[in-house]
């Protein structure tokens, strides 16, 4: 179920940082019947997993290694759906399609906008966790 208030995630273009950090906090505390400490915990390990993905997103991005990169958006697209960000599922089903079809400079300039997006997401995520 898509949360309206949830942030799209595009770079500070469609709300302020903050204005994220509260949203998605509210939208993880509706997913746990407002229970604080499970949504310290999935706040947490959203985080953890998301950074971790990143990580090995950008490291299989270096390498070239595109089996890799898309089985990271996917993740990645399933963090978005869960939170309720539109714009970031979108993006990832669009590098997911990229992959499977394009080379050259058109996947560079997604890729580079997408890393942006998805970079900005994991800020938001470790100051949800820290709101917990």
Same mark, same amino acid.
């Given at each position: 179920?898509?949360?309206?208030?949830?942030?799209?995630? %595009?770079?500070?273009? #469609?709300?302020? $940082?903050?204005?994220?950090?509260?949203?998605?906090?509210? #939208?993880?505390?509706?997913?746990? /019947?407002?229970?604080?400490? @499970?949504?310290?915990?999935?706040?947490?390990?959203?985080?953890?997993?998301? +950074?971790?993905?990143?990580?090995?997103?950008?490291?299989? @991005?270096?390498?070239?290694?595109?089996?890799?990169?898309? +089985? %990271?958006?996917? +993740? @990645?697209?399933?963090?978005?759906?869960?939170? /309720?960000? /539109?714009?970031?599922? /979108?993006?990832?089903?669009?590098?997911?399609?990229?992959?499977?079809?394009?080379?050259? $400079?058109?996947?560079?300039?997604?890729?580079?906008? %997408?890393? $942006?997006?998805?970079?900005?997401?994991?800020?938001?995520?470790?100051?949800?966790?820290?709101?917990?």
């Amino acid at each position: 179920m898509k949360n309206p208030a949830a942030p799209a995630l %595009y770079p500070v273009q #469609e709300a302020s $940082q903050a204005q994220a950090v509260a949203a998605l906090r509210g #939208e993880l505390l509706a997913k746990v /019947g407002n229970d604080l400490d @499970i949504a310290a915990e999935l706040a947490l390990s959203l985080h953890l997993n998301h +950074r971790e993905d990143v990580s090995a997103l950008l490291l299989a @991005i270096k390498q070239e290694r595109w089996t890799e990169v898309r +089985r %990271y958006a996917h +993740r @990645i697209l399933n963090t978005a759906q869960l939170l /309720g960000c /539109g714009a970031l599922v /979108g993006l990832c089903v669009q590098v997911e399609e990229m992959l499977a079809r394009e080379a050259g $400079q058109t996947r560079a300039e997604l890729l580079a906008d %997408y890393v $942006q997006v998805v970079e900005n997401l994991s800020v938001v995520l470790e100051r949800v966790n820290r709101t917990f």
